[in-house]
């Protein structure tokens, strides 16, 4: 395994942070020169205090007040993990009880996979997968145990099979939201089956709970595709992505199976940006993927994330971000997902059905009638001056 270095432009109280979770100790000069404020906001953003926290709970060149916050952090997320880790073994109890394969693809069971404790990794739900033939009997179990769907999926013609990947549930009581996929990513693309996923899977057994994981390279395959897609815009993401890449892992299996799927230059992306910030080893069977342009000019525009601390889960998406993150992920698309994505323009819309209404026998007329709706809405858009 080798490292490459390339310089990145970040704030510097961000530098800091990479600084000490690459292992260097800060020095008595920083109480003149950071903006803490800022230095609290990033690890808040990045997701990163729980792994930061045992570095700097001993460290005496750090503002009391500051390492005072993190450990409140800290310790809240631990008593929310173990919150989560209860929940977890609850539903995956009732689905092995009623026959419902249910896969964990984040939550509780990730931190404890990648960084041996619950503490040492944020987690704000529960992500699960089950085949989609069963997603109305996932329901009905959680449905049962108090969840309230909290999204709704506005379809036509069946298109939520693949313009969209999982649905979300609330329990209000709990304070604890399940997303529940039945593909990984959004389409268009293509990915693993659940079966195929279903037959690499990991057992992990906590007492009397069986739980089942993703396999190694599945894992490896979906946080790379997850993180991709979001812009590595949480480092948290991209520690993930450092965790597994000191691990013992079949590397070429990897390799293959980001090919197979044209996913080869967001995972040399993933590699590189790891690499740059955390020092990360970079496997012999990326080392050429990595130097490749697709996979560097990735890495340049996910900077742009990691300078204007982006935040794409905000109510109100600034509009220079939204035009920035719409470019990054046509970029980040092979040509034959790019052909799949234009194409996908042609299938219908829900919004279609919503302006032209039509009896559910009749709406394969769509089809045709896209093209118009299409320009109906454009000529329909009052002038900007």
């Not at 960084?115 to 959680?142: A, F, H, Q, W």
């Not at 994505?341 to 219908?348: E, Q």
Request: hydrophobic letters at 40%.
């Amino acid at each position: 395994m080798s490292n490459i270095n390339t310089p990145c432009s970040l704030p510097k109280e961000l530098k800091l942070i990479l600084n000490i979770l690459n292992g260097s100790k800060p020095s008595q000069t920083l109480n003149q020169e950071m903006d803490w404020d800022l230095f609290l906001q990033l690890i808040v953003h990045h997701r990163l205090y729980p792994v930061l926290y045992p570095l700097i709970k001993h460290n005496n060149n750090l503002p009391e007040q500051i390492k005072v916050m993190v450990r409140k952090y800290y310790q809240h997320n631990t008593l929310q993990m173990l919150h989560l880790c209860l929940e977890m073994n609850i539903l995956s109890q009732i689905c092995g009880n009623q026959d419902i394969k249910l896969l964990i693809l984040k939550g509780p069971l990730l931190a404890e996979d990648l960084y041996g404790d619950l503490s040492l990794r944020t987690c704000g739900d529960i992500d699960v997968m089950v085949p989609i033939n069963d997603l109305d009997r996932m329901e009905k179990v959680l449905k049962s145990e108090g969840y309230v769907k909290d999204d709704y999926i506005k379809t036509v013609l069946g298109d939520w099979k693949w313009r969209h990947h999982h649905v979300s549930y609330f329990h209000q009581t709990k304070g604890i939201k399940v997303e529940v996929h039945w593909r990984l990513n959004p389409g268009p693309s293509s990915e693993p089956s659940f079966e195929q996923l279903w037959d690499r899977k990991r057992v992990y057994n906590s007492g009397m709970h069986t739980t089942y994981f993703l396999g190694k390279e599945d894992l490896f395959f979906f946080l790379v595709t997850h993180g991709g897609r979001h812009g590595w815009s949480r480092l948290r993401w991209l520690m993930d992505i450092h965790q597994l890449l000191k691990q013992e892992m079949d590397w070429e299996a990897i390799r293959l199976l980001l090919s197979r799927y044209h996913y080869n230059h967001v995972g040399g992306q993933a590699i590189q940006l790891s690499s740059m910030l955390f020092n990360s080893p970079i496997p012999y069977e990326f080392k050429t993927e990595v130097q490749k342009n697709k996979s560097r000019k990735l890495v340049n525009q996910t900077t742009f994330y990691l300078e204007k601390m982006v935040c794409l889960h905000s109510k109100k998406v600034p509009e220079e971000v939204t035009r920035h993150h719409q470019r990054y992920l046509f970029n980040m698309m092979s040509l034959k997902y790019r052909i799949l994505f234009i194409l996908s323009f042609l299938h219908p819309y829900p919004e279609d059905a919503e302006l032209v209404p039509l009896p559910k026998k009749l709406h394969f007329l769509y089809f045709p009638l896209r093209p118009i709706i299409w320009a109906w809405k454009k000529l329909s858009k009052p002038a900007i001056t």
